[in-house]
C-alpha cells in the first residue's frame, strides 16, 4: 500500500475539499495523510511514496507559507513523486484552467525553486456569505469586473469535478 501525503494551503475550505475528493478516488490503493501545510513547518517527505500539494489562490497570491515550505523542502521535492494544484477564481473560465495558460500557474513556477512533474489548475468556489465584508466586496468587484457572480448571497461552486478525478488518475498513476 502506497503511502500519500495530501497537504493544502486553503483559505476558505475549497482546496481542502478538492484533496479529501482525490483521497477518496485513491481509494484502499493508499494510506493518505491529509495535512496543513500552514501548521507543518517540517516533514520528511522521504516517508512517502507520492506528496501531492494544493494551494489556493487570494487576491492574485499564493500564501507566502507555501513558497516557506517549498523553500525549505525543495530539494526532497524535487527527489519525490510530488505534484501540485491550484485553485482560484480565473480557472472558471475556459482558456485559463491549465498550467499553461495560468498566469498564477506561471509566476508559481517562475518564483519557486520546485517545478512539478504533475501539475493541475482547477477553479475554486465563491463563499460570499462566509466572508468578512470586506473580503465579501473586494471580491464582489472582481467578480463584477470579470463576469462572475456578484450576489453576495449566494455560495458557488465552479470546480469541475471531472477534472479534478482526471487528474486523481494522473497523480495515481505517476
Not at 39 to 54: A, N
Not at 129 to 140: A, Q, S
Request: charged letters at 25%; hydrophobic letters at 35%; one cysteine or more.
Amino acid at each position: 500500500m502506497q503511502k500519500v501525503l495530501l497537504l493544502h494551503s486553503s483559505r476558505e475550505g475549497q482546496t481542502k475539499k478538492i484533496l479529501h475528493f482525490i483521497e477518496k478516488q485513491l481509494g484502499t490503493s493508499a494510506q493518505c495523510e491529509v495535512k496543513d501545510i500552514h501548521q507543518l513547518p517540517s516533514v520528511d517527505l522521504t516517508k512517502y511514496d507520492r506528496v501531492l500539494i494544493g494551494a489556493s489562490i487570494r487576491y492574485g497570491h499564493f500564501n507566502k507559507k507555501l513558497y516557506q515550505f517549498i523553500d525549505a523542502h525543495a530539494e526532497q521535492l524535487k527527489a519525490a513523486k510530488a505534484a501540485f494544484f491550484s485553485v482560484n477564481l480565473t480557472a472558471r473560465k475556459p482558456g485559463k484552467d491549465t498550467p499553461e495558460t495560468s498566469a498564477y500557474s506561471r509566476k508559481f513556477i517562475e518564483k519557486s525553486p520546485w517545478t512539478p512533474v504533475l501539475h493541475g489548475v482547477f477553479a475554486g468556489a465563491l463563499y460570499y456569505p462566509r466572508y468578512k465584508w470586506f473580503d465579501r466586496m473586494m471580491i464582489r468587484f472582481i467578480m463584477h469586473i470579470t463576469g462572475g457572480e456578484t450576489d453576495t448571497t449566494k455560495e458557488v461552486e465552479y470546480t469541475d469535478w471531472q477534472k479534478v478525478e482526471e487528474f486523481s488518475e494522473q497523480f495515481a498513476r505517476f
